[in-house]
């Protein structure tokens, strides 16, 4: 820190207070969203019975942790979702790799890759379940379904962008096709990849959720089924709640892994 300007610490000074800033801004809101809802709530200008509130969500959360099934339901569906999220994100990235690699695999795939983003993966639950079994295979199935031809066409899109003239220089001197892909094409799509990574992350979730609305007899999806159907929708709420509060600390790690990874001017 020593050889860095008085400017230079001015900046980075300036950078963590706006960090700082755009976090107690995101966290006062949140604060205030909670606060106005258990507010409507207590006057009755919303039906809590419908809507549920902040105050009956904690008291389900307590309730099912003293049953000891919270930490169960939980942790099915985290593990299906990691899962889900690890294979997409590696097999659609190998196989853009491999598309990137041939030409003739690339132009060969292309409208099959369009037409399989277009198809709604939702439909295809119950052929997954007849053809794999109701279980967590059917689930990952589900969430490969849904986030692996988005991964794919992220990162190929990536490879594609990748500046031709950085390519030609290592050809020129030798390189092999594999120090194209490890020296140039690699290092220069983490961005890519990292984005592809926070996409993934939405469509992990719904990929396990809606398989478990279909299929599940553990997990947060089966949760929000069960307390539908019996038209408890504190636990329906308590589920989503714990849902996005599971979702923001997995974007978090992603967020956490780019830093590792990709080293910013300011940091």
Same mark, same amino acid.
Request: hydrophobic share 55%.
């Given at each position: 820190?020593?050889?860095?300007?008085?400017?230079?610490?001015?900046?980075?000074?300036?950078?963590?207070?706006?960090?700082?800033?755009?976090?107690?801004?995101?966290?006062?809101?949140?604060?205030?969203?909670?606060?106005? !809802?258990?507010? $409507?709530?207590?006057?009755?200008?919303?039906?809590?019975?419908?809507?549920?509130?902040?105050?009956?969500?904690?008291?389900?959360?307590?309730?099912?942790?003293?049953?000891?099934? @919270?930490?169960?339901?939980?942790?099915?569906? $985290?593990?299906?979702?990691?899962?889900?999220?690890?294979?997409?994100?590696?097999?659609?990235?190998?196989?853009?790799?491999?598309? !990137? !690699?041939?030409?003739?695999?690339?132009?060969?795939?292309?409208?099959?890759?369009?037409? @399989?983003?277009?198809? +709604?993966?939702? *439909?295809?639950?119950?052929?997954?379940?007849?053809?794999?079994?109701?279980?967590?295979?059917?689930?990952?199935?589900?969430?490969? *379904?849904?986030?692996?031809?988005?991964?794919?066409?992220?990162?190929?899109?990536?490879?594609?962008?990748?500046?031709?003239?950085?390519?030609?220089?290592?050809?020129?001197?030798?390189?092999?096709?594999?120090?194209?892909?490890?020296? =140039?094409?690699?290092? *220069?799509?983490? +961005?890519?990849?990292?984005?592809?990574?926070?996409?993934?992350?939405? #469509?992990? !979730?719904?990929?396990?959720?809606?398989?478990?609305? @279909?299929?599940?007899?553990?997990? #947060?999806?089966?949760?929000?089924?069960?307390?539908?159907?019996?038209?408890?929708?504190?636990?329906?709420?308590?589920?989503?709640?714990?849902?996005?509060? *599971?979702?923001?600390?997995?974007?978090?790690?992603?967020?956490?892994?780019?830093?590792?990874? =990709?080293?910013?001017?300011?940091?």
């Amino acid at each position: 820190m020593s050889n860095i300007s008085p400017e230079h610490k001015a900046y980075l000074r300036k950078v963590r207070q706006e960090r700082i800033k755009v976090r107690l801004t995101q966290v006062l809101i949140l604060v205030l969203a909670f606060g106005l !809802w258990e507010l $409507c709530a207590q006057l009755k200008i919303v039906d809590p019975f419908i809507t549920s509130q902040p105050s009956r969500v904690l008291k389900t959360i307590i309730n099912l942790h003293q049953e000891g099934v @919270l930490i169960h339901h939980i942790t099915v569906t $985290c593990i299906e979702t990691i899962v889900g999220f690890l294979l997409g994100t590696i097999l659609g990235t190998i196989i853009a790799i491999i598309l !990137w !690699w041939s030409e003739f695999i690339s132009k060969v795939s292309e409208p099959y890759l369009v037409i @399989l983003n277009s198809l +709604p993966k939702i *439909a295809l639950g119950p052929i997954f379940i007849v053809w794999i079994g109701a279980g967590p295979a059917a689930i990952i199935v589900m969430t490969l *379904a849904i986030s692996l031809i988005v991964t794919i066409l992220e990162v190929l899109n990536g490879f594609i962008a990748i500046d031709q003239e950085k390519i030609k220089l290592v050809q020129t001197f030798g390189g092999t096709k594999t120090q194209v892909l490890t020296k =140039v094409l690699l290092p *220069a799509s983490y +961005p890519t990849i990292i984005n592809a990574l926070k996409i993934n992350v939405g #469509l992990s !979730w719904v990929g396990v959720i809606v398989g478990e609305f @279909l299929v599940s007899k553990a997990g #947060l999806g089966y949760l929000i089924v069960y307390g539908g159907q019996i038209f408890k929708l504190d636990l329906v709420m308590t589920s989503v709640f714990i849902l996005g509060v *599971a979702a923001a600390l997995m974007y978090q790690g992603v967020v956490l892994f780019e830093k590792l990874m =990709v080293k910013h001017p300011e940091e």
